[in-house]
């Protein structure tokens, strides 16, 4: 039964319902699998055996009493181990809270659990979600199921790594500067990243329990697949109103216009001005648009007018310098960590781009933040997404890089990275076409579109219009039959 852990989530529940095999069968496949494959991984943290095997037995129990949970029933899902589960540990990454045991589900874990699913576990992550690596100090570092040398991403590394080996069909992960993007382009597999509060980070970290809700801009919440249809179904299980996160509107999903590839008016970039992207990346996406073109969609190169990175790059520094200045904890060790991460983003890499990155243009909202400041900082982004709601009110989507380079070989927190005889700051290379679109709040997918010469693989992010994330996944799907390339890493 070792095919079933290849299989996509929503065809699970469809062969666990009609009786085609059993939730423990498929259990048991996945739990294989992790036994097999997470030891040189690491992407699985916390593994709940024990309570996944009886929610699976009652799983099929309930199926024998005519009984449906839902679009999930019996499906294993693994959970990023920065959303709170009730009863099973949940650490962040972070020392602190090494045998934390949450009193209640994240909101997104509970709309799973009512969907049906079965909780395999917890996934591997940077510490507090402060890294575009997956390392932290209480296990081992996530490493990358094409190769194991190279890192899986993150913050959601993890998460991205179980998808693509087969570890788990879908997971939880969250995104303020690309940690689902940008894993999943590591790692090959779907990820998306919905409209600004879309979805409730009720019983999210990195506010660690006892501290005070700020991070309530460009946080967003969003999901992991091998396959779109499944993040679709995720997406409609866990988006919605909460009443424990009032400022999530309670706007119903949208309705997909259905149009055909040759209805389409898409626009793309290759690479900004300011950040080049290793050639291979900037070949496979023009590859896209040749193959687009040829299948009769109208394709052309676009890039919002006044559009200036090193602006956004500002901004969008400010507004995290503001949001993140108490939700992040004070003690020695952390902020030890996070003056030396500072230092190191802003005095490595090239010359030109470390100055597109440097921290210092934000050190005053670091140091003396103030309530003016805050919202002359708020006002500055309704700007910035007003203008690009505007730029893309006459294109359907937007495709753009996920990241300057392909995945990396692990190395020091935010060092710099060699690619190409170029070398970029951490945060530059990871973030300078993710980053965007947190601080716009623009919903963005990533599909599997290559593979580098060494078989690292290649995604690209595809922009859409804020709200309407169904549109923007239906868009996607037809995109994908023409120009997706998605496949699991040979071994497993």
């Given at each position: 039964?070792?095919?079933?852990?290849?299989?996509?989530?929503?065809?699970?529940?469809?062969?666990?319902?009609?009786?085609?095999?059993?939730?423990?069968?498929?259990?048991?496949?996945?739990?294989?699998?992790?036994?097999?494959?997470?030891?040189?991984?690491?992407?699985i943290c916390t593994l709940d055996e024990d309570?996944?095997?009886?929610?699976?037995?009652?799983?099929?129990?309930?199926?024998?009493?005519?009984?449906?949970?839902?679009?999930?029933?019996?499906?294993?899902?693994?959970?990023?181990?920065?959303?709170?589960?009730?009863?099973?540990?949940?650490?962040?990454?972070?020392?602190?809270?090494?045998?934390?045991?949450?009193?209640?589900?994240?909101?997104?874990?509970a709309r799973l659990r009512a969907a049906g699913?079965?909780?395999?576990?917890?996934?591997?992550?940077?510490?507090?979600?402060?890294?575009?690596?997956?390392?932290?100090?209480?296990?081992?570092?996530?490493?990358?199921?094409?190769?194991?040398?190279?890192?899986?991403?993150?913050?959601?590394?993890?998460?991205?790594?179980?998808?693509?080996?087969?570890?788990?069909?879908?997971?939880?992960?969250?995104?303020?500067?690309?940690?689902?993007?940008?894993?999943?382009?590591?790692?090959?597999?779907?990820?998306?990243?919905?409209?600004?509060?879309?979805?409730?980070?009720?019983?999210?970290?990195?506010?660690?329990?006892?501290?005070?809700?700020?991070?309530?801009?460009?946080?967003?919440?969003?999901?992991?697949?091998?396959?779109?249809?499944?993040?679709?179904?995720?997406f409609s299980l866990i988006a919605g109103a909460?009443?424990?996160?009032?400022?999530?509107?309670?706007?119903?999903?949208?309705?997909?216009?259905?149009?055909?590839?040759?209805?389409?008016?898409?626009?793309?970039?290759?690479?900004?001005?300011?950040?080049?992207?290793?050639?291979?990346?900037?070949?496979?996406?023009?590859?896209?648009?040749?193959?687009?073109?040829?299948?009769?969609?109208?394709?052309?190169?676009?890039?919002?007018?006044?559009?200036?990175?090193?602006?956004?790059?500002?901004?969008?520094?400010?507004?995290?310098?503001?949001?993140?200045?108490?939700?992040?904890?004070?003690?020695?060790?952390?902020?030890?960590?996070?003056?030396?991460?500072?230092?190191?983003?802003?005095?490595?890499?090239?010359?030109?781009?470390?100055?597109?990155?440097?921290?210092?243009?934000?050190?005053?909202?670091?140091?003396?933040?103030?309530?003016?400041?805050?919202?002359?900082?708020?006002?500055?982004?309704?700007?910035?997404?007003?203008?690009?709601?505007?730029?893309?009110?006459?294109?359907?989507?937007?495709?753009?890089?996920?990241?300057?380079?392909?995945?990396?070989?692990?190395?020091?927190?935010?060092?710099?990275?060699?690619?190409?005889?170029?070398?970029?700051?951490?945060?530059?290379?990871?973030?300078?076409?993710?980053?965007?679109?947190?601080?716009?709040?623009?919903?963005?997918?990533?599909?599997?579109?290559?593979?580098?010469?060494?078989?690292?693989?290649?995604?690209?992010?595809?922009?859409?219009?804020?709200?309407?994330?169904?549109?923007?996944?239906?868009?996607?799907?037809?995109?994908?039959?023409?120009?997706?390339?998605?496949?699991?890493?040979?071994?497993?």
């Amino acid at each position: 039964m070792s095919d079933l852990v290849f299989l996509p989530a929503h065809q699970l529940a469809q062969m666990i319902c009609a009786r085609h095999v059993s939730a423990i069968e498929v259990f048991d496949a996945y739990l294989a699998q992790i036994f097999k494959h997470n030891s040189k991984l690491n992407a699985i943290c916390t593994l709940d055996e024990d309570n996944a095997r009886t929610r699976a037995k009652l799983a099929d129990e309930a199926l024998a009493r005519g009984e449906h949970w839902g679009a999930l029933h019996g499906v294993p899902v693994t959970i990023k181990d920065i959303f709170e589960t009730v009863g099973l540990r949940t650490t962040a990454g972070y020392i602190p809270l090494k045998d934390y045991i949450p009193q209640q589900d994240a909101t997104v874990v509970a709309r799973l659990r009512a969907a049906g699913a079965v909780i395999l576990g917890k996934t591997n992550m940077a510490e507090l979600a402060g890294d575009f690596q997956s390392t932290n100090s209480l296990f081992p570092r996530v490493n990358n199921p094409w190769n194991l040398d190279y890192t899986a991403g993150g913050s959601s590394g993890g998460s991205a790594a179980a998808v693509a080996a087969g570890l788990s069909p879908l997971d939880i992960g969250n995104d303020i500067a690309g940690s689902v993007r940008q894993p999943a382009t590591f790692c090959g597999v779907y990820g998306l990243k919905p409209t600004d509060r879309r979805i409730s980070t009720a019983g999210s970290i990195p506010e660690v329990p006892g501290m005070p809700l700020c991070l309530r801009q460009m946080l967003t919440i969003g999901c992991f697949a091998r396959s779109l249809e499944d993040i679709r179904l995720c997406f409609s299980l866990i988006a919605g109103a909460d009443l424990r996160r009032p400022d999530v509107p309670p706007l119903p999903l949208d309705t997909p216009s259905g149009k055909s590839l040759q209805d389409l008016k898409i626009a793309w970039i290759d690479e900004w001005v300011e950040v080049p992207v290793a050639a291979q990346i900037r070949a496979a996406v023009q590859t896209v648009v040749q193959k687009l073109a040829q299948a009769g969609t109208h394709v052309e190169r676009w890039l919002p007018k006044d559009f200036d990175l090193s602006t956004v790059w500002n901004l969008y520094g400010r507004m995290e310098a503001y949001i993140n200045n108490y939700a992040q904890p004070k003690d020695r060790y952390n902020v030890k960590r996070t003056l030396e991460l500072l230092f190191r983003t802003a005095t490595q890499g090239d010359k030109k781009l470390r100055k597109l990155g440097n921290f210092n243009s934000f050190l005053p909202e670091l140091l003396n933040p103030s309530l003016r400041g805050y919202f002359e900082t708020l006002t500055e982004r309704d700007r910035f997404i007003t203008q690009i709601d505007e730029a893309l009110e006459g294109w359907d989507v937007w495709l753009t890089p996920v990241t300057a380079t392909p995945a990396f070989t692990h190395r020091p927190a935010w060092s710099a990275i060699d690619i190409e005889g170029k070398s970029y700051p951490h945060l530059v290379a990871n973030g300078a076409y993710t980053i965007p679109f947190n601080l716009s709040g623009h919903p963005a997918v990533v599909i599997p579109i290559g593979q580098t010469h060494n078989d690292l693989p290649i995604g690209m992010q595809i922009v859409g219009k804020r709200w309407r994330e169904m549109e923007l996944l239906a868009i996607a799907q037809e995109l994908d039959k023409v120009v997706g390339d998605f496949r699991h890493p040979l071994g497993y």
